[in-house]
């Protein structure tokens, strides 16, 4: 074997290995929505509760062999999980653009809006879009996972694989910072729903407070992607806004656990405060990547910069 055959050879099971890592990550996001989904139908919608609770029960068990799996596992079961796993969670992302549609349309009983599904919907579609990246297959146009510019393909690049592309680091930096603000914004958003009235006014006002914030930051966003320009200072105050963020669903979700809130509960599962705080970490440790790659390089500085 040539040393070129070698490195070809390290380079798909690095791949390999950054794909195991997100499978973790999103193979449980997955499974969670699925939960989520069965549990906000109207009892009378029975085939699409079973639809979603097979789901659920078929996401389980891939969530659980990826959580066996370890990076010196035979590249082979690698890309089988990663199979499997795009092969069900195609068909989830269907079930969710479906189901928006049906919701728009008053055509089916849930207390779920159909702007919560499409939310997750783009979920799914990042996910696929991270899974056919290490495939080297097409990755979803922007549009389709919420990002102003319909034309282009998103990268949807796997955390472990930012290193390995510096000059592109720009481009990475932004289209998670697109992707995740909304999605963010969007949690904060729906969580200030579900407070109970009177009793929790004081935590529907911090939370708006932040669905603020991140809306502000956003915006920023949009014109840092619209004139090339000011990425830095975005990136900064991202980082900043989200720790926030992340910090106050953390202690929420303490004061849940041990009923130390006013009134003890509020009207949402608990599990979904620490699904939106490991989402919120997850960008956080995305920003934490990109940040060892563009200080070696000197980048902060660069304040113009354009897409390869």
Avoid at 29 to 47: C, F, K, Q, S, V
Avoid at 59 to 88: F, H, V
Avoid at 219 to 241: C, F, Y
């Amino acid at each position: 074997m040539t040393d070129q055959d070698r490195a070809f050879l390290g380079e798909i099971r690095r791949e390999l290995v950054a794909a195991l890592e997100e499978l973790k990550f999103w193979l449980r996001i997955m499974n969670e929505h699925a939960g989520l989904i069965r549990n906000g139908l109207d009892p009378t919608e029975e085939r699409l509760f079973r639809e979603a609770d097979r789901f659920f029960m078929e996401l389980a068990p891939l969530r659980a062999e990826a959580e066996t799996l370890i990076y010196t596992t035979p590249g082979d079961r690698i890309a089988d999980l990663i199979e499997r796993s795009l092969r069900i969670v195609s068909k989830l992302r269907d079930f969710k653009r479906n189901l928006t549609e049906l919701i728009k349309e008053c055509r089916i009983l849930t207390i779920l809006p159909a702007d919560l599904i499409d939310h997750i919907r783009r979920e799914a579609d990042f996910f696929i879009g991270i899974l056919h990246f290490v495939r080297g297959e097409p990755t979803p146009t922007k549009e389709t996972i919420g990002i102003p510019d319909a034309r282009e393909r998103a990268l949807t690049v796997p955390r472990l694989l930012i290193s390995d592309m510096p000059e592109r680091v720009e481009e990475i930096a932004l289209e998670e910072t697109l992707f995740w603000l909304r999605q963010n914004m969007e949690h904060a958003d729906v969580l200030a729903l579900y407070f109970r009235p009177g009793i929790q006014n004081q935590l529907v006002q911090i939370t708006r407070s932040h669905a603020a914030r991140l809306r502000d930051v956003l915006n920023e966003a949009l014109e840092v992607n619209k004139h090339r320009r000011g990425l830095d200072k975005l990136l900064r105050r991202s980082q900043r806004v989200v720790m926030d963020w992340n910090a106050f669903l953390r202690q929420l979700f303490e004061a849940l656990l041990h009923c130390s809130i006013p009134n003890g509960q509020i009207n949402i599962f608990p599990i979904l405060d620490d699904h939106m705080a490991r989402e919120a970490e997850y960008y956080l440790e995305v920003l934490r990547l990109v940040g060892q790659v563009r200080r070696p390089q000197g980048m902060p500085g660069h304040e113009h910069w354009h897409p390869i």
